[in-house]
């Protein structure tokens, strides 16, 4: 018999079917037993009325009748007639998968990855994160960018700074990207829109629920722009589309988190850095650092502004300092001490940055003498701006952040498969 598709069992009411899968719980009534399986498409409740062996987690072979039942999920249950297992556990658990809330500590979660993820509520997880990624490439191309796949191993580190991985490559020292940021410059000039889906390597010590230092970025540049405000509009449309394909699509994973899609606005709400930082202190009292351009308290207290004043839970953050951009950078034309650089926060939490790019040889060379950074290396990125680069802008959003804010989630840890930090490296 061939096997169907637990998604498929609708069709088939009143046949013998074959279905495989993973027993995800098990329970007994009197003399009927009841088994929960779940294949890559869905799941369905079989009944037995026999003894039935089959444990949480084995691999099974099931062949049984279709049946209409209004009280089983999807409507529908199989009345077993016989069950193989193919594969069992040799050891016990080391955690309930059966229970609708696995309620681990971090730690455990995680050291225990490849256990934890096959339990339906961490599995809603990353069905969710398939359809962010799904949404973030269709919306992209809809809006005629062209998909690029760039360098991980580079000669010299993308963002300057202290926050990168060395590591050895043959008789030289190369760099892990921190972003994909020298390359979707270039492809400018030959696609004049790209975006890229891929993995960013970020060497901060940090101990943080936000932080990890491998992730996946969602990053897209564009020319021929007027001003920076033409990228945020850019990408104002494309998160709009990808948040109305997530809460159409990703309906069911939501309900179990208990949470509805936020409206991304026609237009994200904006405001100069600056301007918020004065608004957080006369409005909620409190002082964002000297130290700090904005810190997660004011970022915080930036949505909750967004929120009550213009019912978003999107705002833009403009106009960053000079001083905190790297080099590549545009300067305000009207106060060189701040940028055409922005920052998106999603329910008070920053998911991504973008800016307009310097785009003429002698002022990004300037810019680099002015930050004291060294051309060693870069040439191959700085050569192609004496070749007539067209102004040009884009953002990398940090794909993990957004579900993390979307479900709710404590730790960014969560929203990622398996996850790098300070401390850990496997599994």
Do not use: C
């Not at 069709?11 to 074959?18: A, D, I, L, R």
């Not at 809603?124 to 796949?149: G, P, Q, S």
């Not at 080099?327 to 055409?340: G, K, Q, R, V």
């Not at 060294?374 to 192609?384: A, K, N, P, T, V």
Request: charged fraction near 30%.
């Amino acid at each position: 018999m061939q096997r169907i598709l637990i998604k498929n069992l609708g069709e088939k009411s009143g046949e013998e079917v074959k279905i495989l899968g993973r027993v995800i719980n098990t329970r007994k009534l009197g003399n009927i037993s009841f088994v929960l399986v779940q294949d890559y498409t869905g799941a369905v409740q079989t009944v037995w009325e026999m003894e039935i062996n089959a444990k949480v987690g084995d691999a099974i072979e099931i062949n049984g009748e279709v049946k209409a039942e209004e009280r089983a999920k999807g409507g529908i249950e199989i009345h077993g007639k016989d069950i193989k297992i193919i594969s069992t556990s040799i050891e016990e658990l080391p955690f309930d998968l059966a229970k609708p809330n696995l309620n681990l500590q971090l730690t455990t979660l995680l050291d225990h990855r490849p256990l934890s993820l096959r339990h339906p509520k961490v599995q809603a997880i990353f069905r969710l994160y398939d359809l962010l990624l799904k949404n973030y490439d269709l919306a992209m191309r809809e809006e005629n960018f062209t998909e690029i796949k760039t360098p991980k191993l580079l000669e010299v580190a993308s963002e300057g700074g202290a926050n990168f991985f060395k590591i050895n490559y043959f008789e030289k020292t190369a760099y892990l990207a921190q972003s994909p940021q020298f390359y979707k410059q270039i492809m400018v000039g030959v696609f004049e829109r790209v975006f890229e889906i891929g993995p960013v390597f970020r060497a901060e010590p940090h101990f943080t629920t936000r932080h990890v230092n491998e992730y996946i970025s969602l990053d897209a540049e564009m020319g021929f722009i007027e001003n920076f405000t033409d990228v945020m509009k850019m990408f104002n449309k494309v998160l709009r589309k990808i948040f109305e394909n997530i809460g159409e699509e990703g309906g069911e994973y939501l309900k179990i988190y208990g949470v509805e899609i936020s409206e991304v606005p026609e237009n994200i709400p904006s405001i100069k850095l600056s301007e918020i930082k004065k608004i957080i202190k006369e409005k909620y009292g409190y002082e964002v650092p000297k130290e700090t351009d904005i810190n997660p308290e004011g970022e915080r207290l930036a949505g909750r502004y967004a929120k009550e004043e213009f019912n978003s839970d999107f705002i833009f953050i403009t106009h960053y300092p000079w001083s905190d951009r790297p080099f590549y950078t545009m300067p305000d034309s009207d106060n060189p001490e701040e940028t055409y650089g922005f920052d998106l926060l999603f329910k008070g939490l920053e998911i991504a940055t973008g800016a307009q790019r310097i785009h003429l040889y002698d002022q990004l060379v300037e810019n680099m003498k002015k930050k004291g950074v060294h051309s060693s290396g870069m040439e191959f990125y700085l050569d192609i701006f004496k070749f007539g680069m067209p102004p040009h802008g884009g953002w990398g959003l940090g794909s993990e952040r957004i579900i993390q804010q979307i479900l709710g989630l404590e730790s960014i840890k969560e929203a990622v498969l398996f996850p790098r930090d300070v401390k850990r490296l496997s599994p």
